[in-house]
Antibody
Framework: EVQLLESGGGLVQPGGSLRLSCVAS????????MTWVRQAPGKGLEWVSS???????????HHADSVKGRFTISRGNSRNTLYLQMNSLRAEDTALYYC??????????????WGQGTLVTVSS | QSVLTQPPSASGTPGQRITISCSGG????????VDWYQQLPGTAPKLLLS???QRPSGVPDRFSGSKSGTSASLAISGLQSEDEADYYC???????????FGGGTKLTVL
């Protein structure tokens, strides 16, 4: 059974940093693309970042324009863990952050499984 | 404003067939396949359809999808109360080099 468990969310001041983690189990983590998607309170889904699979430290990464230069996606295949380093946080980054597994090693692959999310609140 | 346009709401009665549209452009729907996600109240999203019309294991055949040009649609037949949820279309955008989601459609079963 595929499981994705996010952690690392919390309350942070504007301009601060957080690192989210997503521990995966039930599949060969290194072989699949992984994605972060966020959902602001009462709003729709917003893609944040994706990273390809295929071995090593991971494939190519992609970030939404809204987070480019501030957020960095990475993966630790030996630990079956996906990360999102978030710097220079803004109030508009407040959201529930979901980790999702792709159908294949390509970043553009459908999001086959989702975690339950971790809440990030940016406020002074 | 989302790159993909969905109606904000839809409704139907039990047993009815409804459709939800998703309109995009040449760099996204026009070039790539469309996924649909279902988000039941208070839960994480779930993949409903991939590659325009492929149902993952466990998804009833009441759900179907289609794509034509730069638009896609989700159809739900034999509407049931448990289908009440938010539905999102999504696709990879080659110009943005990223995934885009529609704004979501809230389905109400009357």
């Amino acid at each position: 059974e595929v499981q994705l468990l996010e952690s690392g969310g919390g309350l942070v001041q504007p301009g601060g940093s957080l690192r989210l983690s997503c521990v995966a189990s039930g599949f060969t983590f290194s072989s699949y693309a992984m994605t972060w998607v966020r959902q602001a309170p009462g709003k729709g889904l917003e893609w944040v970042s994706s990273i390809g699979g295929g071995g090593g430290s991971g494939g190519s990464s992609h970030h939404a324009d809204s987070v480019k230069g501030r957020f960095t996606i990475s993966r630790g295949n030996s630990r079956n863990t996906l990360y999102l380093q978030m710097n220079s946080l803004r109030a508009e980054d407040t959201a529930l952050y979901y980790c999702a597994k792709g159908y294949s090693d390509l970043s553009r692959a459908s999001l086959q499984y989702w975690g339950q999310g971790t809440l990030v609140t940016v406020s002074s | 404003q989302s790159v993909l346009t969905q109606p904000p709401s839809a409704s139907g009665t039990p047993g009815q067939r409804i459709t939800i549209s998703c309109s995009g452009g040449s760099s996204n729907i026009g070039r790539n396949t469309v996924d649909w996600y279902q988000q039941l109240p208070g839960t994480a999203p779930k993949l409903l359809l991939s590659s325009n019309n492929q149902r993952p294991s466990g998804v009833p055949d009441r759900f179907s999808g289609s794509k034509s040009g730069t638009s896609a649609s989700l159809a739900i037949s034999g509407l049931q109360s448990e289908d009440e949820a938010d539905y999102y279309c999504a696709v990879w955008d080659d110009s943005l080099s990223g995934r885009v989601f529609g704004g979501g459609t809230k389905l109400t079963v009357l």
